[in-house]
């Protein structure tokens, strides 16, 4: 049994990824159902059932709901995610079952791109047509996106990433464009009564990131070893950092010997 040290980890005795995934697990709630996709929501999620939200249910894309792995599984398709599941079915279940009924309360999330809106680009850079760069596309990410009640983007903090206007709406953030390039309106007037939810935070590897009452991305807590101005500078749009609440809570202890000797002591994700 793991001994229990809430005490906060100090500056290099963990990695940045190590914070990423507390940092994420800390959005589960207990109680809620996570959809959840391979790599750090799978670390985040089953740190969460250990640490906080011991009655989150998790939901795999390929189709295992509410499983408990006694091994951390390489991909939401491996067998170890249907471990004492309550149901092993398929896409079509995770998805139309699922989360197109509208069960599912928080989903994690990736992109290539994200605007100040939270409307996040997994699809193309550059022109559509005509693109520099294509990427594998959509997979999942709209429909989980749309229909989650919300949804937390674990992404890279680079510049280029962080933009004023994303190349492609793949998954639509708080704010979209009544046409291409024209003005942003409020999602509730484009979803009307179908509006359910949306972006909750956007977790990097420099901060954590939140949404105003207008929609609006601002920096609420930033990582330790960086400063508000530096995650500014590495976005392409005006960052509000006047709303800073301090910096993110270190890992404790007892969450990286959690993380290191029962989530993924076989080191899968974990260096």
């Not at 202890?253 to 076989?266: I, R, T």
Request: charge should be negative; include cysteine.
């Amino acid at each position: 049994m793991t001994a229990k040290n809430n005490k906060l980890a100090k500056a290099g005795e963990y990695k940045p990824i190590d914070l990423l995934a507390v940092a994420a697990a800390r959005e589960v709630v207990d109680g809620d159902i996570v959809f959840a996709g391979t790599g750090l929501p799978m670390l985040a999620i089953m740190l969460a059932q250990k640490v906080s939200a011991p009655n989150a249910v998790c939901i795999y894309e390929a189709g295992s709901i509410d499983g408990r792995p006694i091994d951390l599984p390489t991909s939401v398709g491996d067998a170890r995610c249907a471990h004492q599941a309550s149901m092993a079915a398929g896409l079509t279940e995770a998805f139309y079952g699922q989360l197109h009924c509208g069960y599912v309360d928080l989903a994690f999330l990736g992109g290539a791109e994200i605007d100040k809106y939270g409307n996040v680009n997994t699809t193309v850079v550059g022109d559509y047509l005509s693109p520099e760069k294509r990427f594998t596309g959509s997979g999942g990410n709209p429909d989980i996106n749309a229909l989650a009640r919300r949804t937390v983007f674990i992404m890279v903090q680079e510049k280029r990433r962080f933009r004023e206007r994303v190349d492609y709406i793949t998954s639509p953030g708080w704010r979209l464009p009544k046409w291409p390039g024209g003005e942003f309106v409020h999602k509730r007037e484009v979803y009307g009564k179908f509006f359910r939810g949306g972006v909750e935070a956007v977790i990097t590897n420099m901060g954590v990131f939140r949404f105003d009452e207008e929609g609006v991305m601002y920096l609420d807590t930033v990582h330790p070893g960086f400063t508000p101005q530096q995650v500014k500078d590495n976005c392409s749009f005006d960052l509000n950092i006047s709303r800073v609440s301090g910096e993110t809570k270190p890992p404790t202890y007892y969450e990286l010997e959690l993380l290191y000797k029962e989530v993924d002591p076989e080191g899968i994700f974990l260096p």
